[in-house]
């Protein structure tokens, strides 16, 4: 979950969604969610066997936002889901073992709250304000992710306005991990753009 790219057609801006996630994934992409609200079900399927079948050689999991139905008919590696999607409890009944489970976080209740589940990773949403997602709770800033790490015992990614110039300071601050869209998306070359992330974040380690 280091670098964990989060899917967007939109954000692709005309260019196949498919070649897009392998560029990225070939510049150092960790971890891949395909996100997909507006697809039914069998097209959103059908996208996740595909996706999943590209990954699998790069030994990259496939996260599926939200929808646990597909999560089990394409055997992705786990499921991301908010505050308003399925429950915790519910989603832990319903996948195999193993499977991964990231939550959204927006506030430090909803920190709180999954301190007693057993999750993959909790993402903190947004850490920064962003044209991507304008439906969000107040930024958390480097201020709430120090917070979060220290009130939460579970691997840290963070989501909202993440760029080469901000990624070092998210890892430095407590983040294990940073979740883009556009960053990677809608990059000129997204294998460039996943490249020079990852060095970002490698050097942002190394000064924690």
């Not at 989603?91 to 489970?101: N, T, Y």
């Amino acid at each position: 979950m280091q670098l964990y790219l989060v899917t967007d057609e939109t954000a692709c801006l005309g260019r196949d969604l498919f070649w897009v996630v392998e560029e990225a994934v070939k510049g150092g992409v960790t971890m891949v969610q395909l996100r997909e609200k507006s697809l039914g079900t069998r097209a959103f399927v059908d996208r996740a066997i595909r996706l999943k079948a590209l990954l699998k050689p790069h030994n990259v999991p496939l996260i599926i936002n939200d929808r646990v139905d597909v999560a089990l008919a394409s055997d992705a590696d786990g499921v991301h889901i908010g505050q308003s999607d399925m429950s915790y409890e519910t989603v832990r009944a319903l996948l195999p073992p193993g499977k991964i489970i990231g939550l959204s976080a927006e506030t430090k209740e909803h920190v709180q709250e999954a301190e007693d589940w057993d999750l993959s990773y909790l993402a903190l949403s947004p850490l920064y304000a962003t044209p991507s997602k304008t439906d969000h709770a107040e930024p958390w800033g480097l201020a709430g992710l120090q917070w979060v790490r220290a009130n939460s015992r579970h691997p840290l990614v963070v989501i909202g306005g993440l760029n080469v110039l901000n990624t070092a300071e998210a890892i430095e601050n407590g983040a294990d991990g940073i979740a883009v869209i556009s960053a990677i998306c809608s990059a000129e070359s997204p294998r460039t753009a996943a490249f020079k992330l990852k060095k970002t974040l490698q050097t942002g380690v190394k000064k924690r």
